[in-house]
């Protein structure tokens, strides 16, 4: 079935750390994008792709950095956690006509 | 430039009133326009979706939303309330069909009273 999975659904780490937050989806969109969420709050676009070896940054400034050397893997990378960094992040990609989120990670840094 | 505009970040309603969540666009050009719900700790999910064609879209669990060009609006209603519908909901513009970049409102928290 196609689908866009994001592993894991919840981090809990500590301050310093690196970390990376995988997106990968079976559709064979184009198109992804990560997007940073607090809780309640609106979303939040940090990085995006329009193909591989393509990428770009979204409206807010992110200290994470994305990768995209297959079609169907987009991971997210802090190289340092901090607590500011706990958030929700979203995966999403698109073909036409809107675009297919993943569930989402939670991300703890303490 | 497009934007959209979620007027109430939070709505109350009762279970089996109406739900109405409104929600306004600017776009220089034809919008696409897409409702998006979204539960606790998940992913959004798609309600529903406007491109061309009939102005009254009907989407999943009852849902349905109008485009007004003239108002400039995608309200989106269910005539009945359901616990279940308790989430978050997003309104969301996009210039064209080809997986062009959606732009977001901020949200409407939807609440339903027993």
């Known amino acids: 079935e196609a689908d866009i999975y994001q592993t894991p659904r919840y981090l809990v780490i500590g301050t310093g750390k690196k970390i990376t937050l995988e997106c990968s989806q079976t559709?064979?969109?184009?198109?992804m994008y990560w997007y940073q969420q607090d809780p309640g709050m609106e979303l939040h676009l940090i990085h995006y792709?329009?193909?591989?070896?393509?990428?770009e940054k979204g409206d807010l400034s992110s200290e994470s950095t994305v990768s995209r050397i297959r079609t169907e893997h987009f991971p997210l990378t802090l190289e340092s956690a901090r607590p500011s960094h706990t958030s929700q992040y979203l995966c999403?990609?698109?073909?036409?006509?809107?675009?297919?989120f993943g569930s989402g990670t939670r991300l703890t840094v303490v | 430039a497009q934007s959209v505009t979620q007027l109430g970040s939070h709505v109350s309603v009762s279970e089996g009133a109406l739900v109405l969540l409104r929600c306004n666009y600017s776009?220089?050009?034809?919008?696409?326009l897409f409702w998006y719900v979204q539960y606790p700790n998940q992913g959004l999910q798609l309600l529903l979706k406007?491109?061309?064609?009939?102005?009254l879209v009907k989407g999943i669990n009852g849902f349905e939303a109008e485009f007004k060009k003239s108002e400039t609006s995608f309200h989106l209603t269910k005539p009945s309330a359901h616990m279940s519908d308790a989430a978050e909901y997003f309104c969301?513009?996009?210039?064209?069909?080809?997986?062009?970049?959606?732009?977001f409102g901020g949200g409407t928290r939807l609440m339903v009273k027993p």
């Open positions: 999403a990609s698109s073909e036409y006509h809107g675009y297919t």
């Open positions: 559709m064979g969109h184009d198109k």
């Open positions: 792709s329009y193909g591989v070896n393509s990428t």
């Open positions: 776009s220089s050009v034809p919008p696409y």
């Open positions: 406007y491109t061309t064609g009939a102005t």
């Open positions: 969301a513009v996009s210039l064209n069909n080809a997986g062009n970049m959606l732009t």
